[in-house]
């Protein structure tokens, strides 16, 4: 599904964000990617929908080569790779309901499909009672969680989340895992990055970890921890 | 594109422009301000362009025969004058005929010449293109017969210069004031992006074609054009047909004509609001490309 080869990303302020990263991750796979602050996790999982692009290397999704990829087919990637982003990302004018059809109509999805979809996922993720309610009326966990219903809405074949239990109670965040299993017990192969310890610890998958832009350890069923 | 999301588009095209009132207000008289200055402009040229064609057209070289030459000799000035390159018409007129204008002008005493014509035969001659006058007039006065070669000489030089430097002056005034006016609206849709930077960017993330996030802001300057285009057509067609009703029964001499109102004034409104649609249109992608590269 992803696979990245000898990739190095240099940002223009000359910060290495990743220094050497080759990596296989399967269709269906579960993988927490962690490590310290500024360890460049980010910005490994930003590459993979072209958010930043690699200084050199090569990085393949679902066999595609993004380096080959022109500007205009980006937005078809992006449609295939489901991304739950580190500060949300909702608009704060749209209801719930209308920030999760957002990346329905976007793809100009016919209203029936989106009205279908848009139900489903909200009942998935358990927001159904909170449909048209703004996000500056919803907790940090339910922000999240719709957050997330943007994410799979599309049903992609893959979903990338950067932290998305960061600052939710322990509760909370099972809940939001809960949300993960479900969707890769469905085939969907799942990047996680994540600072929290009991959560992988806990529930076991891959665990990547970076440190300074290079992944120095790569476990299955692998623990959290790592020095420093 | 599908006809729903075009709906779409023109939805988010009117809302954005309600949303930013004032901003929709400001860009809307930036587009008026340049457009009834360009309107104006381009009025005056157009007359101006008129009278220079008047006076161009009047051009005339007017060869006058010797006064001893034989019909015949002039008769063999005629043709060749006619078969000069570049000469349009050359028309006869009679030393008779001559002398009479000549006192018809100056009056009744003159017409003891009659007795002895100190004149000889004339041809006026005009070129198909006024600018090859003077070559023309050289061209001739090299012929055996011909007396004398008048056509205004340096005055006609003269009037060429100052309606082609006027006509320069005014197009670049009119393409500074388009400029500016693109400017002054890439920057106040600008103004209005940076607070949707974000929701473009979501829509970028979220997998939106550039189009996608584009159409809407290429409506939103087409109606800034049309908003801003009114006043100025309304302005300039009704103060145009004023200024004619007014001005042309007074303008009797034929090199002073003012151009019809009809289909002129047409033709002019027809102008600025197709600029005004473009600037319109120019001004809102410029602002909106910085933050496609997401
Ligand atoms: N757009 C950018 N321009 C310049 N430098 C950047 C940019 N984004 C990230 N960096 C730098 O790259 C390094 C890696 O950043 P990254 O965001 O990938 O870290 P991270 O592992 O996600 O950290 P965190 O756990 O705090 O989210 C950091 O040193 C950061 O300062
Ligand atoms: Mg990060």
Not at chain 1, 79 to 99: A, C, T
Not at chain 2, 117 to 132: E, I, T
Not at chain 2, 196 to 220: C, D, H, Q
């Amino acid at each position: 599904m992803i696979k990245m080869n000898d990739v190095y990303k240099k940002y223009s302020n000359g910060v290495v964000a990743a220094n050497g990263i080759t990596i296989d991750i399967d269709r269906g796979e579960f993988v927490y990617v962690v490590g310290p602050s500024g360890a460049g996790k980010s910005t490994f999982i930003k590459m993979m929908y072209r958010e930043e692009s690699p200084t050199s290397g090569q990085i393949f999704i679902d066999g595609t080569d993004l380096g080959s990829l022109k500007n205009k087919q980006i937005p078809y990637l992006r449609r295939q790779i489901g991304v739950v982003f580190q500060d949300f990302k909702l608009l704060p004018k749209l209801s719930v309901y209308e920030n999760v059809a957002f990346a329905l109509e976007v793809i100009e999805e016919t209203p029936a499909e989106i009205r279908k979809k848009v139900t489903d996922v909200l009942a998935l993720v358990g927001l159904s009672q909170k449909a048209r309610m703004f996000p500056n009326e919803l907790s940090g966990g339910e922000q999240q969680r719709v957050s997330i219903a943007r994410s799979i809405v599309n049903e992609p074949k893959l979903v990338i989340a950067d932290e998305p239990t960061g600052n939710l109670d322990p509760d909370t965040s099972l809940g939001i895992m809960n949300i993960f299993e479900k969707i890769n017990n469905r085939g969907t192969t799942i990047i996680m990055a994540t600072h929290n310890k009991d959560i992988v610890n806990k529930i076991r998958h891959r665990v990547l970890l970076v440190e300074g832009g290079m992944i120095t350890r790569d476990e299955y069923e692998g623990e959290y921890s790592y020095e420093g | 594109m599908k006809a729903r999301t075009l709906g779409r588009h023109f939805r988010e095209s009117f809302k954005s422009l309600g949303r930013n009132g004032w901003m929709t207000f400001a860009s809307i008289s930036a587009v008026a301000v340049t457009l009834l200055l360009v309107g104006s402009f381009i009025v005056m040229m157009m007359n101006l362009n008129k009278m220079a064609d008047n006076i161009e057209n009047d051009v005339e070289i007017k060869v006058v025969a010797d006064a001893a030459a034989s019909d015949a000799a002039v008769k063999e000035l005629q043709e060749k004058v006619e078969s000069i390159d570049g000469v349009a018409s050359v028309e006869y007129a009679s030393r008779e005929e001559e002398l009479d204008k000549v006192i018809k002008q100056y009056g009744k005493e003159l017409a003891l010449y009659k007795q002895s014509n100190p004149l000889g035969d004339a041809l006026y001659v005009k070129a198909a293109d006024p600018h090859n006058t003077a070559e023309i007039a050289k061209e001739i006065d090299t012929y055996e017969y011909t007396a004398e070669v008048v056509y205004g000489a340096g005055k006609v030089e003269k009037l060429f210069n100052v309606v082609k430097i006027s006509r320069n002056v005014g197009l670049i005034l009119i393409l500074a004031l388009l400029f500016t006016a693109m400017f002054l609206i890439s920057n106040t849709i600008r103004l209005t992006i940076i607070a949707r930077g974000r929701e473009i960017e979501i829509m970028k993330l979220v997998g939106a074609t550039n189009s996608f996030v584009r159409i809407p802001f290429i409506l939103e300057g087409i109606w800034l054009g049309i908003l801003g285009s009114i006043i100025p057509i309304t302005a300039i067609s009704i103060a145009y047909q004023q200024i004619y009703a007014y001005w042309q029964p007074k303008l009797v001499n034929e090199m002073f004509q003012l151009l019809k109102p009809m289909p002129f004034i047409l033709q002019v409104d027809g102008l600025l609001l197709f600029m005004g649609v473009f600037i319109g249109v120019w001004g809102s992608l410029m602002s909106v490309r910085k933050f496609l590269k997401v």
